[in-house]
Each structure stands twice: as structure tokens, then as C-alpha cells.
């Protein structure tokens, strides 16, 4: 069964159409139906990729339409799930951000990252941010300066769409989810670099997919590039980004291929060592989480 994502065709995983065998929930018998089906029709949608049709929901989940429809209502008033403009489809909608966020503070990533984040800081000498993305604000969890002091860098919870460090973590969201945080945020322009428009912004989206990065050439600061890439959990979602950010006196050819690829490599292992589930009993450990 496929559904239409938007780059194209979407196809449901046998998981997702085995996950209810014969129609029946996996929860019967065992919990609350009406909310154990909730959930699945979160994980159907997850497992397509993040946006599905009705019937395709429906077939994977198990349930006629009408039920999954009115199932599908509640999550959506909810905000668990939202409606795709323009295309007959529902896709996770912004609440999941914010279970997200809290995730994050449960698996300590702050702490987890700091080998990854103070690696790269050394192997680059640069500015080097990680990220997050609660609701419509971008979020610093942990940053190093850069070794050489320089000409600070701007640090606001907006501007996701002229950042680097947002711009991979947008480019991985369902179209809907990235413009309506573009759309909150304003697609402010920072600098002359700075992209405004959705249909740029959405083929440059294409691009990060495509290389796994992100780059700001000038696009929130004046004087800085920026590199930064998706950090993934141990199901593959993306739930942070890691940047660093060079000043145009040190962006020599040599030094902004070194930047890029470290931070392609730092992203890698951090997402790689997230793939062990480890709850953290010491929370204390966790900074103060401030905008970015």
C-alpha cells in the first residue's frame, strides 16, 4: 500500500501492514482500544514516512474508514496529527515536537553529545552548536566557542530557514510541518544571502537530503558560513542538528571542506552512539537549555 509523500511515493513497511494481524489491535485485551489505536495510527503514519492517505492509514491499521476518520479527527484537534494542505493526506502534526522535546531531555542528550560537540570544536578551532527544534523555536543544548576569538555570532530562537543548524533539521520535516515553522517564525531576511522565498527554500531542502548538510553561506550573519547536519535517535528520526560556523578571515577553500566534513562525521557518530537507549539517572547533569 503507498501513500503520496512530498517527494513522491510513499510505501508502508510490512511492519506497519502486520502490525495489527488479521485486524485485530495488539493491545487487545490488554489496555484501552480506542487508545491503543490512536498510537497505531501514529506509528502507521511514522512508519510512511510521515504523511499517508486515509485509506492507506486505514489498510495498515486495520480499521474501516469511518473509525480511522474519526480517530484520525481527534488526533488532529489534538495536534498529534494535521491535515496536509492541497493533498487528500494527514501527516504527524506539531504536538509530536514537543513529546520530542521531552524525549530529548529524557535520554540526556545535552551530556551524551558533549564528546562529539568538544571533538569537533578541537578538530575545527570553530564555533560549534548543537540544536534542537521545540515546537517553533530553535533551542541551543550545548555550544563551544571558537578558539581564536573573532566577531560574535548572532543567537536568536528564530531564523530557522537562514541558519544552517535549522536548515537540517527542516529539511528532514513533512513539507507541511517545514513551512508552517517557516511560516511562524517569518522568513525574515537577515542578509541579502538570506533565502525568503518557499520554492528556493524547498529545493535547497532537496539538496541537504541529498548531501547530508546544511550551509548558511552568509545567510543569518554577515562574515560567517556555517555547516550543520541532522542528528538522528535510535529509530532513525531526526531530533537535533550539530554546526559549526567559520568566519569569511579563516574560509579558505581547504578550511571550509575540513568544517564541512567534520561536522558530516560528528553528526554521524553522535546520531551512531544515540543508538543505544540509555536512560540517564543523574539528571542534574543536563544545562539550562537557552534559545539559539
Not at 520530542?100 to 564555533?127: M, Q
Request: charged share 25%; glycine share 10%.
Amino acid at each position: 500500500m503507498s501513500s503520496h509523500g512530498a517527494d513522491g511515493p510513499i510505501v508502508l513497511g510490512d511492519a506497519g501492514r502486520r502490525r495489527l494481524g488479521g485486524g485485530r489491535s495488539r493491545g487487545a485485551g490488554h489496555g484501552i482500544q480506542s487508545v491503543d489505536r490512536a498510537v497505531t495510527l501514529l506509528e502507521t503514519i511514522a512508519e510512511a514516512g510521515g504523511e499517508a492517505t486515509l485509506t492507506a492509514i486505514a489498510v495498515s491499521a486495520g480499521l474501516n474508514i469511518s473509525t480511522c476518520h474519526h480517530l484520525l479527527s481527534t488526533l488532529v484537534n489534538r495536534g498529534y496529527i494535521a491535515k496536509v494542505p492541497g493533498r487528500r493526506s494527514y501527516a504527524l502534526g506539531p504536538a509530536i515536537l514537543t513529546l520530542s522535546a521531552a524525549c530529548l531531555r529524557g535520554i540526556d542528550l545535552p551530556h551524551r553529545a558533549e564528546p562529539f560537540v568538544t571533538r569537533l570544536s578541537e578538530a575545527t578551532g570553530e564555533a560549534v552548536h548543537l540544536v534542537t527544534l521545540q515546537g517553533e523555536t530553535m533551542v541551543t543544548l550545548t555550544r563551544r566557542e571558537a578558539r581564536e576569538r573573532g566577531p560574535g555570532t548572532m543567537s536568536r530562537p528564530d531564523g530557522a530557514h537562514a541558519k544552517a543548524s535549522g536548515k537540517a533539521i527542516l529539511a528532514w520535516l513533512p513539507e507541511h510541518e517545514a513551512r508552517r515553522v517557516t511560516a511562524a517564525q517569518g522568513m525574515v531576511k537577515f542578509t541579502p544571502n538570506t533565502i525568503t522565498e518557499w520554492p528556493t527554500l524547498n529545493e535547497e531542502f532537496r539538496l541537504i537530503r541529498r548531501n547530508s548538510y546544511a550551509v548558511d553561506r552568509e545567510e543569518y550573519q554577515a562574515g560567517f558560513i556555517c555547516f550543520g547536519a541532522a542528528v538522528r535517535d535510535y529509530q532513525g528520526a531526526v531530533i537535533a542538528s550539530i554546526s559549526a560556523s567559520t568566519p569569511l578571515v579563516r574560509a579558505t577553500e581547504d578550511h571550509l571542506n575540513m568544517v564541512r566534513e567534520a561536522v558530516i562525521e560528528a553528526a554521524r557518530a553522535l546520531s551512531a552512539g544515540l543508538d543505544e537507549r540509555v536512560v540517564p539517572a543523574d539528571r542534574e547533569r543536563v544545562p539550562s537549555q537557552r534559545p539559539a
